[in-house]
């Protein structure tokens, strides 16, 4: 995918044959802080959420991010490459680890720019509609996969940092309100609410 600036991605991949990326708080840790090193130089985090055997960010692109740069023989943007970074960064540490080799994620990590979708123009949403909907699902995720009850409960998201109940710093607040209509006061209501199951299923990691 070709990244444009100031547009909004929806980037996301799993464990390859669906096995788990994740084992330990350590490990969700250090996804995280390569995340911060290897995507943030390069694009504003709005919202993620990382699950035992996949993960969902969610960005804003912006000018340097999408400059082109040569790695190895491919002109590729500084976003695609920080993506690739962060994966094989990580793969690397999780295979010495458990002394394992072999592809962690599956080959092709998504990146659905959320402007563009069938489902938007037939259902007449507005981008902010279509951005909050993708704000608030990516923190459902751990609800909708039985691992707590409430999205406040689960660690490995930004769900604590919009609700006040944590000071992280990596997800900028100002993009969050203004693509996705974030608030604090109203977030834990707009959070929780339940979404068509059209809309879920077209976020779901395809099998």
Known sequence: ??????????IYNQGNNQQDIFNS?????????????????????????LMPNHFHILISANETGC??????????????????????????????????S????????????????DWVIKNNYSLQDYCSRCFNYI???????????????????SYQDFAGLRKGTLCNKELASKYCGYNEKDFAFEANKKFS???????????
């Open 1 to 10: 995918m070709k990244f444009l600036p100031d547009n909004i991605y929806h």
């Open 25 to 49: 708080k350590e490990e969700y840790i250090i996804f995280l802080w390569m995340i911060r090193k290897h995507v943030q130089t390069h694009a504003e985090i709005i919202a993620w959420c």
């Open 67 to 100: 400059q082109i740069v040569k790695q190895g023989g491919l002109q590729i943007e500084k976003i695609t490459n920080g993506i690739r970074k962060l994966l094989s960064g990580y793969a690397r540490i999780f295979n010495k680890k458990y002394n394992r």
């Open 102 to 117: 072999g592809s962690l994620f599956r080959q092709k990590t998504k990146a659905k720019k959320v402007a563009e979708s």
């Open 139 to 157: 923190h459902q995720n751990p609800v909708e996969a039985a691992l707590v009850k409430l999205p406040s409960e689960w660690k490995f998201s």
């Open 197 to 207: 199951t059209d809309f879920l299923n077209s976020f779901l990691i395809e099998s």
